[in-house]
């Protein structure tokens, strides 16, 4: 897993900080997660191969977290993409992106599939052989889900060491890569655990954006190897946190460890704050395993 | 009159190079033209006051035009924005904000006003006592004005080394600044264009994008000190340009010569041309006072 941080400022982008948007890479898949203005600017200026992403998530509907989508659509188009695109987010985002489309007389040569959500509990929105996405229900002043991207167990790799001592055919390797045992020539069955090895460990990511302090998502979040949630405040803007249903640095180190999460990442700061390693002071006090996300950051699972 | 061009290029934004907007600088006004997406970054870039932004005038409805509209209408709100904003846009305009603004459960803490803009002939949209703004009907694939920005004929200067010979008091003054004549203590009438200068010149800028080559315009445009024309092909295109209803570099030369106009200015470039020097070659073949927009410049008429 590669998460690629594009934007982490909260309310309005700024000279040299955008709004939130981040690109998870695993398994082939280029996933994008939120899409605040000038998000394409930011795939660009990182050179990530935009035309590969095929699946975009949205956790809400406030303009700092989806400003960017309707225009990175239209650049597809003038692309020339033929892949299909697909949109999860809030009930009420297709209407928006096709009214634009259509009092702009445009259209997209691919097909665009929106698959708006309205769930208010955790549900698999993606599924495929290598990788399950599904909600985080999060606590909001409007409607909002993060994500959990959860690697299926792996393959398990071929032990070249010990099949060297059978005769091999091609299909052979095709069988035990799918799982199958080795049958030789003298019609001995091989187990496939003894000539494979054990599946790389799963990786899991859960996004939290954005949300007040809620406990109810320790289940969904637990263990997992990197946790993002918001920092919109520090402490001493507690009550604003509340009022807003944002969190705290120290709130969000708070759930990450009560969810025994390996590593924590806090982001969506408020614009108020100049020095941001009061962030990492506060939520060190609490959970030692905590960065802070910035434009450009890549974090390597 | 001070134009600062924030974003030229055509279609989609690239690292270095926004799609279209400008802000005109004019009486005290500041008036943004055409607002793509990553505007109220670009504002923030040129150091532009842009809280005194309270007319905004959208050309068309395709996106390099106008999603970054909806993202500064948002900063606006979180900026503590008093002060009336006035849209003056395509209809649809209306619906296309506010839709996104309800769904974000959100709202403007200050009036937001629409003048959406249905006729095909140039009429009056802004008048103060300073400043004329009128729409220039464009032809392009949707509905489509370019803006005439127009300074009315300024006040007398007083004209100090005449007055020293009159014993002037304080509302002589306002009078002689209002055009009207003064009458001295003895009840002699001395005409009031004795005491003052001839008025500063007055200036007019047009801008026309997007637009196919529309020799119609013209009558609009005439003698203005300052056209901005689109130019996203060159002639070598003029197919393409036919097409998608747009202009050559030589098109938009055509079109500024035949009106007479002081300067000329292009823009919206095509993104398939890395030597934007092409354009001037080519507009000089037909009108000398021609030069290129980029982001960052700044006109001073």
């Avoid at 209407?95 to 097909?111: G, R």
């Avoid at 690697?151 to 099949?163: D, H, S």
């Avoid at 408020?270 to 002071?281: H, L, N, P």
Wanted: with cysteine; proline share 2%; aromatic share 10%.
């Amino acid at each position: 897993m590669k998460l690629s941080i594009l934007g982490c400022n909260s309310a309005t982008p700024l000279e040299n900080s955008h709004t939130t948007s981040q690109v998870l890479e695993v398994k082939n898949h280029l996933f994008l997660i939120d899409c605040g203005e000038g998000t394409q600017i930011q795939l660009r200026n990182q050179k990530i191969n935009f035309s590969r992403i095929k699946h975009i998530f949205i956790s809400h509907l406030h303009g700092d977290h989806f400003y960017g989508l309707v225009g990175l659509i239209s650049t597809f188009r003038l692309l020339g993409r033929t892949s299909d695109l697909n949109v999860y987010g809030p009930k009420g985002i297709k209407e928006i992106i096709t009214l634009q489309l259509k009092l702009a007389n445009s259209w997209t040569n691919y097909n665009l599939f929106f698959h708006e959500l309205e769930s208010k509990t955790s549900h698999i929105i993606f599924e495929d052989d290598d990788i399950l996405v599904s909600t985080i229900p999060l606590e909001h002043r409007v409607y909002t889900n993060g994500f959990l991207f959860r690697e299926k167990t792996g393959k398990r790799p071929l032990n070249f060491q010990k099949i060297k001592d059978f005769k091999i055919k091609s299909y052979d390797f095709q069988n035990l890569k799918q799982g199958k045992d080795l049958i030789t020539e003298q019609g001995k069955i091989i187990k496939n655990e003894s000539l494979t090895l054990e599946p790389h460990p799963i990786k899991t990511y859960a996004f939290c954006s954005d949300t007040s302090y809620n406990e109810s998502i320790v289940p969904l979040i637990e263990f997992v190897d990197l946790l993002y949630h918001e920092a919109t405040f520090l402490d001493s803007h507690a009550n604003l946190a509340k009022k807003t249903k944002h969190s705290t640095a120290r709130q969000a180190a708070k759930i990450a460890k009560l969810s025994n999460v390996k590593r924590l990442i806090l982001g969506h700061f408020s614009s108020r704050y100049k020095d941001k390693s009061q962030f990492i002071t506060e939520a060190k006090s609490v959970f030692d395993k905590v960065e802070l996300a910035s434009d450009g950051k890549i974090i390597h699972l």
